[in-house]
């Protein structure tokens, strides 16, 4: 039997239990309770000659030098070497209240070779509404580091102009929530399913009480949830924590045509059909072989190449016959023992989805 296993070449089979159970915040969102994105534009010093030479670096000194009152000649270059321009990240949590602190992340706008023991100025961060929502300073914590040398030749481990400022910034104002107004609150399925809609709202009625909640669509749930917010609190502690059995997924099975992984569902069933699985072996070989003419003849000794292409069908070939409702074993021990390859499989999955024998919804990524 031929290995169906290679490094290039992983099937990976999802099995999940009959009956999954899952809490409550594990598979939702509350609407209006999320993470905002805040980005700003600053400048990182203390960079030992890695810095960029963006005329938009330049710049910005300029601007920054002149905030503290330091104004610079006109048409002298300051000939920046320890200054680069960087961007700014850093996502704001749910609920963050002035004075806590976020990570932030710092990346190079420009050509900056590395941003290595630098130090990130004052930096506003804005939301989507431009409203500055916090502000980062500090040093940089960067993972990775190049080395060059006189001869032009250098060496890179991981990406030097990318860095991190643990609790780097300073939360300046709070984001507005709804979560405290109406009377409902609205829970969001990670995962859009019925299935699942319909057994988290009979598990909170049943605990609950009939018409607490109800289910809008596959994604949305709303809840009643009372006013009071030290009260809302409580009661979505209970909520949330509450089991329910999630439904089974679609029948999927997910091709990655880069790195030759497949990954086949467990729901995924298959009709009758026939598959047969054929190798096509083209062998090139090239021999050299001397050219030496007569003795009597003027002329001179060459090499002449001589080429052998063989071709081989493939003396094992195998056709499997698939009845109705086969299982996902099934399958895996049919492909096992046609021992066949990435691509092969694959051609022969599409082939089974064009044909309609595969019962699966086929993803090509």
Same mark, same amino acid.
């Given at each position: 039997m031929l290995r169906f296993l290679s490094c290039l070449f992983v099937v990976s089979v999802v099995?999940?239990?009959?009956?999954?159970?899952?809490? @409550? /915040?594990?598979?939702?969102?509350?609407?209006?309770?999320?993470?905002?994105?805040?980005?700003?534009?600053?400048?990182?010093?203390?960079? $030992?000659?890695?810095?960029?030479?963006?005329?938009?670096?330049?710049?910005?000194?300029?601007? #920054? #030098?002149?905030?503290?009152?330091?104004?610079?000649?006109?048409? *002298? $270059?300051? /000939?920046? /070497?320890?200054?680069?321009?960087?961007?700014?990240?850093?996502?704001?949590?749910?609920?963050?209240?002035?004075?806590?602190? *976020?990570d932030v992340? *710092?990346?190079?706008?420009?050509?900056?070779?590395?941003?290595?023991?630098?130090?990130? #100025?004052?930096?506003?961060?804005?939301?989507?509404? %431009?409203? @500055?929502?916090?502000?980062?300073?500090?040093?940089?914590?960067? %993972?990775?580091?190049?080395?060059?040398?006189?001869?032009?030749?250098?060496?890179?481990?991981n990406v030097p102009s990318v860095g991190r400022i643990p609790n780097g910034a300073s939360v300046e104002q709070t984001v507005p929530s709804n979560f405290s107004r109406g009377d409902s609150l609205i829970f969001n399925? $990670?995962?859009? $399913?019925?299935?699942?809609?319909?057994a988290m709202?009979?598990?909170?009625?049943?605990?609950?009480g009939p018409g607490t909640a109800e289910a809008l669509d596959a994604t949305? @749930?709303?809840?009643?949830?009372?006013?009071?917010?030290?009260?809302?609190?409580?009661?979505?502690?209970i909520i949330e924590n509450l089991e329910i059995e999630t439904g089974k997924e679609r029948a999927k099975v997910i091709i990655n045509s880069r790195t030759g992984t497949i990954v086949i569902g467990q729901n995924v069933m298959i009709e009758p059909v026939a598959v047969t699985h054929g190798?096509?072996? *083209?062998t090139i070989t090239e021999d050299f072989q001397v050219a030496q003419p007569n003795a009597l003849a003027d002329g001179e000794t060459v090499v002449v190449p001589q080429t052998n292409i063989n071709i081989d069908n493939g003396g094992d070939s195998r056709m499997f016959k698939f009845g109705p409702g086969v299982s996902l074993d099934s399958i895996v021990k049919a492909v096992n023992e046609v021992g066949a390859a990435p691509g092969d499989l694959m051609a022969i999955l599409e082939a089974m989805k064009q044909a309609g024998a595969l019962k699966a919804e086929l993803i090509v990524i």
């Amino acid at each position: 039997m031929l290995r169906f296993l290679s490094c290039l070449f992983v099937v990976s089979v999802v099995l999940t239990p009959a009956v999954q159970a899952e809490r @409550i /915040k594990d598979i939702t969102s509350i609407s209006g309770v999320r993470t905002n994105q805040l980005v700003g534009y600053g400048l990182v010093v203390g960079l $030992d000659g890695t810095g960029d030479k963006a005329p938009f670096t330049t710049q910005t000194f300029r601007n #920054m #030098m002149a905030e503290f009152g330091i104004t610079l000649p006109a048409g *002298v $270059d300051p /000939k920046l /070497k320890n200054v680069a321009a960087v961007s700014v990240t850093a996502e704001l949590p749910a609920f963050a209240k002035p004075g806590q602190r *976020v990570d932030v992340t *710092v990346a190079s706008l420009g050509n900056a070779k590395s941003l290595r023991g630098g130090a990130l #100025m004052f930096t506003p961060l804005k939301g989507a509404d %431009g409203n @500055i929502y916090a502000v980062a300073q500090g040093n940089l914590v960067v %993972g990775g580091f190049g080395a060059e040398g006189n001869d032009g030749s250098k060496i890179t481990v991981n990406v030097p102009s990318v860095g991190r400022i643990p609790n780097g910034a300073s939360v300046e104002q709070t984001v507005p929530s709804n979560f405290s107004r109406g009377d409902s609150l609205i829970f969001n399925l $990670d995962q859009p $399913d019925f299935t699942t809609a319909r057994a988290m709202v009979e598990r909170i009625n049943n605990l609950l009480g009939p018409g607490t909640a109800e289910a809008l669509d596959a994604t949305s @749930i709303r809840v009643s949830a009372p006013r009071d917010t030290s009260q809302r609190v409580s009661y979505l502690s209970i909520i949330e924590n509450l089991e329910i059995e999630t439904g089974k997924e679609r029948a999927k099975v997910i091709i990655n045509s880069r790195t030759g992984t497949i990954v086949i569902g467990q729901n995924v069933m298959i009709e009758p059909v026939a598959v047969t699985h054929g190798s096509l072996v *083209v062998t090139i070989t090239e021999d050299f072989q001397v050219a030496q003419p007569n003795a009597l003849a003027d002329g001179e000794t060459v090499v002449v190449p001589q080429t052998n292409i063989n071709i081989d069908n493939g003396g094992d070939s195998r056709m499997f016959k698939f009845g109705p409702g086969v299982s996902l074993d099934s399958i895996v021990k049919a492909v096992n023992e046609v021992g066949a390859a990435p691509g092969d499989l694959m051609a022969i999955l599409e082939a089974m989805k064009q044909a309609g024998a595969l019962k699966a919804e086929l993803i090509v990524i």
